[in-house]
């Protein structure tokens, strides 16, 4: 079983439409969580942490359940710029391990 | 300021040669890492640094693979008696502190093909 799980895609959404991704995770003891976003040919940049208690950004949200050991990310009011790969990453910080963990990466394709 | 900074952008190599790869970290960034980023894959861990020292290289594949950070700020990643495998993007990341929750930035990647 992979250590972190995503749905691959393509998800192809029209503008404006509201968008879920779901993530899943297999370490128990993983500390902390992101959503990186990776536009073709580029590298990964950072679009949120997530937190237990669930946070928003703008129209991002994340959400965390560590019961079911699995992550959510909610696009809103979706726009043409959305359109990337979206990353799930899991930070599993055993003995000081520094390590981020990626998923393979859901692709979003957001048409006008 | 500056963001990481990685060269070459692009290196194409025969099989069986050796490479290094350059990853100038943000200015101050005491740990580094380097990740391997197959066709249609996340981001593969490979070794983080924490200023000079690799406190953790348990994602490198083989010995063919080495890294180094002697002043502790650029590291070279170091392939030797390079494979058809190997191709891949090959990104470095730094971030102000290792520890969980520190965001780590990313550089643009070096693109390998190995021949």
């Known amino acids: 079983r992979k250590e972190v799980e995503q749905d691959p895609g393509p998800f192809n959404v029209p503008e404006g439409a509201t968008v879920a991704f779901n993530c899943t995770y297999s370490n128990s003891a993983s500390q902390s969580f992101f959503w990186y976003r990776q536009d073709c040919r580029k590298e990964p940049k950072l679009l949120m942490s997530?937190?237990?208690s669930g946070n928003e950004d703008g129209r991002f949200t994340a959400q965390l359940n560590r019961a079911s050991q699995y992550i959510s990310l909610l696009i809103r009011d979706s726009k043409l710029s959305d359109s990337a790969t979206y990353l799930c990453?899991?930070?599993?910080?055993?003995?000081?391990?520094?390590?981020?963990?990626f998923g393979t990466g859901t692709r979003l394709t957001i048409i006008p | 300021g500056a963001g990481v900074s990685q060269t070459p952008s692009n290196k194409v190599t025969e099989k069986g040669k050796y490479v290094e790869l350059r990853c100038d970290p943000i200015?101050?960034?005491?740990?580094l890492y380097w990740y391997r980023q197959s066709l249609g894959q996340g981001p593969e861990f490979l070794i983080y640094?924490?200023?000079?020292?690799?406190?953790?290289d348990s994602g490198l594949p083989n010995d063919r693979f080495f890294a180094v950070r002697p002043e502790g700020s650029v590291s070279t990643l170091k392939i030797q008696r390079t494979e058809r495998g190997d191709s891949a993007v090959y990104l470095c990341a730094s971030s102000s502190r290792g520890g969980a929750g520190y965001e780590q930035y990313f550089g643009p990647g070096t693109r390998l093909t190995v021949t």
């Open positions: 990453v899991v930070n599993i910080d055993n003995f000081g391990n520094e390590k981020l963990t």
């Open positions: 997530v937190y237990s």
């Open positions: 200015s101050g960034h005491t740990a």
């Open positions: 640094f924490q200023g000079t020292g690799a406190a953790d």
